[in-house]
């Protein structure tokens, strides 16, 4: 019985013998930059973190850069980088800014090697601005115009250099005596109809929170306020995209406007939280396709 089992081994172990493994293929390395934006104002007015990367047709990833991305891919190949941004101004939220086009380059990628990828984006040429660009800047001789929503007629927001983030910029300031401002932008004319996406870009400096609402109307219609987002507070200078497309879509309406509401809070003893407080805004953009 023994003899048996050591025959029918010995072509197994010849088998085995035999086998060689397959060499594992060595990945060529996407060292992917930064993307430069070549748009109205320099890059600093955008904040495109991260890169949706494509090479030959694979989806490989999407990944915060600058980035070192591993590819089974030699010589010849594409590579598209999409611009990508975090959504609402959620770390966790990210995803493709279809408003700005794609980076893609034919380039000779070598195995084992960093092969150098710069991207750079611009505003696809389809996509609309109910307001002019150098409008929403407040740096020219036109600037979007605010409506006063507050009942405290003390309160106003001002167009000054003080901490400016470029030039102009518009500056809301709230305190214990007049402890609340609300403005109402001109209107806009947006897609509702869910299909057509909407974004709204905005820069922004505050050391208290704020909120910022659409308000829907029709002509000769009353104004309906929809709740958006709830910005915290960045003593740096901070660009946030908010997607107004479900917003809008429930709305419904045929024209908005964009209405911040700046208000010192009270703790549990109904005192205020906070003295004063300042909320700086520019590069107020609406952008849709």
């Known amino acids: 019985m023994k003899q048996h089992f050591f025959k029918l081994l010995l ?36 904040d495109i973190q991260e890169g949706w990367v494509y090479v030959n047709g694979e989806f490989l990833g999407a990944y ?86 507050d009942a405290d007629q003390a309160t106003s927001y001002t167009l000054t250099t003080d901490g400016a983030f470029n030039g102009r910029s518009l500056k809301m300031t709230v305190d214990s005596l007049h402890p609340l401002i609300a403005i109402a932008s001109e209107e806009a004319v947006l897609p509702t109809n869910g299909s057509q996406q909407a974004w709204l870009e905005i820069n ?36 946030t995209y908010i997607n107004l497309t479900e917003f809008l879509s429930n709305s419904g309406e045929g024209k908005h406007r964009l209405y911040f509401q700046v208000q010192l809070s009270k703790d549990s003893n109904g005192k205020f939280k906070q003295q004063s407080g300042t909320v700086r805004l520019d590069n107020i953009r609406l952008v849709h396709f």
Do not use: H, M
Request: aromatic share 12%; net charge negative; proline share 8%.
């Open 204 to 239: 922004r400096r505050n050391d208290i929170d704020f909120t910022f609402y659409l308000i829907g109307f029709s002509n000769g219609g009353s104004e309906q306020q929809f709740p958006v987002y709830a910005f915290t507070t960045t003593d740096v200078w901070k660009k």
């Open 11 to 46: 072509p197994v172990l010849g088998a085995l013998g035999g086998c060689k493994d397959n060499p594992e293929q060595i990945p060529a390395y996407l060292d992917i930059k930064p993307f430069t934006v070549t748009e109205t104002g320099p890059g600093k007015w955008q």
């Open 64 to 149: 915060t850069l600058p980035a070192q991305v591993p590819a089974l891919a030699a010589g010849s190949s594409e590579v598209l980088v999409f611009p990508g941004v975090k959504e609402n101004g959620i770390e966790t939220t990210p995803n493709i800014y279809d408003f700005l086009t794609r980076y893609e380059i034919q380039t000779d990628l070598k195995a084992g090697e960093l092969n150098p990828i710069s991207p750079s984006t611009k505003y696809k040429t389809e996509i609309v601005f109910p307001w002019a660009l150098d409008r929403t800047t407040f740096d020219g001789s036109s600037s979007i115009v605010f409506d006063d929503r």
